[in-house]
């Protein structure tokens, strides 16, 4: 049976800690590392970024050479980082794209995607608008990244899933589906990730039926990443101090109600590493992010 909700669970309570601003950032991180997806220098968008746990733990990997682009609906509180770049955006808005390349003019290595809709508890509706937010941000990545890069998005598990996988398979090399430890038991959001992104050729193409089998899998990394544009003068939230131990912002509706898990998401659990009570260490990768500054107590 799976365990109560606890709202101030183990990564919750290791967020703050480690002054991260959601418990989410544990995720990213994991998938970061399971995939080695971003280096030194590169350039990398968060959609549904607020409150910013993910774009701390991107900012960190890409490093000041790099840039790290935050956009939500919501504010996002300053980073203190000047390669971090973050704006008001809605995603479903005409002008999403526009405001993101005010941002940033050149393209990403990576593209994720945590967004969340504000659910309302019937479940098809809810996985529904959170299927119509992940084709949002497959959509602005296929004309953002770099061909070769890779887009990462949390989606509940649903009926137009299988669907979804073929869009990605249609425009990636190879197609996964992740279930980072820190996601709540009780949850059935899951992660997709493409990587070796078709580029340019890809967009507009129709999904290879079902019966296709997966695409090839390709290097990760075929094209280099253009240089970082320069700093440029798009608003910012005002400045708060870093790593200040805010309490994580309630990371989507699927982790603040308990659900039970649907066969779906139990059988992408399946294919992931046991699980255990706490996480194994986190092992060491080629591409480290750069160490974040010591954690502040709240
Ligand atoms: C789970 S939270 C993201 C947490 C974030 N990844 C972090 O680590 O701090 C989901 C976010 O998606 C945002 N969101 C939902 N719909 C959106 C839309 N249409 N455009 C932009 N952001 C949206 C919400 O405002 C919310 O902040």
Redesign the pocket.
């Known amino acids: 049976m799976a365990k109560p909700y606890d709202p101030k669970d183990f990564y919750y309570r290791k967020a703050k800690k480690q002054g ?6 544990f ?2 991180e994991e998938i970061l590392h399971r995939h080695r997806l971003l280096g030194r220098g590169d350039a990398v968008l ?12 991107l900012a960190d990997a890409v490093g000041e050479k790099g840039v790290a682009v935050g ?4 504010p ?1 509180r300053n980073l203190g980082k000047r390669w971090v770049r973050t704006a008001v ?5 005409p002008d ?1 794209l526009d405001k993101i390349r005010l941002l940033h003019e050149g393209r990403f290595r990576l593209v ?1 995607s ?5 659910t309302i508890g019937i479940k098809v509706t809810d996985e529904a608008r959170s299927l119509e ?1 992940v084709r ?1 941000a497959l959509s602005v990545a296929e004309q953002v990244l770099v061909p070769g890069g890779a887009f990462v998005a ?1 989606v509940f598990m649903g009926g137009d899933f299988p669907a979804l996988k073929r869009e990605l398979q249609g425009r990636f090399a190879a197609m996964h589906v992740i279930r980072p430890e820190a996601v709540r038991e009780s949850s059935y959001e899951v992660y997709v990730l493409g990587t070796g992104f078709r580029g340019g050729a890809a967009v507009g193409r129709v999904a290879p039926p079902a019966e296709e089998p997966g695409a090839p899998a390709g290097p990760e990394r075929a094209a280099p990443e253009p240089p970082a544009a320069p700093e440029h003068a798009a608003p910012q939230p005002p400045a708060a101090p870093e790593h200040a131990a805010a309490p ?5 509706p699927a ?1 603040t109600a308990p659900r039970k898990k649907p066969a779906a998401a139990k059988k992408a659990t399946a294919t992931k590493k046991p699980a255990s009570k706490k996480p194994a260490a986190r092992k060491p990768t080629a591409r480290k992010p750069a160490p974040r500054k010591p954690a502040r107590r709240a």
């Not at 945590?114 to 504000?118: N, R, S």
């Open positions: 991260l601003r959601a418990r989410s950032a995720k990213i968060d959609l549904g970024a607020a409150p910013g746990g993910f774009l701390q733990i956009v939500d609906l919501e996002i955006v809605d995603l479903l808005a999403a994720t945590d967004m969340a809709p504000k937010l949002m949390k994580a912002k309630a990371a989507g982790e």
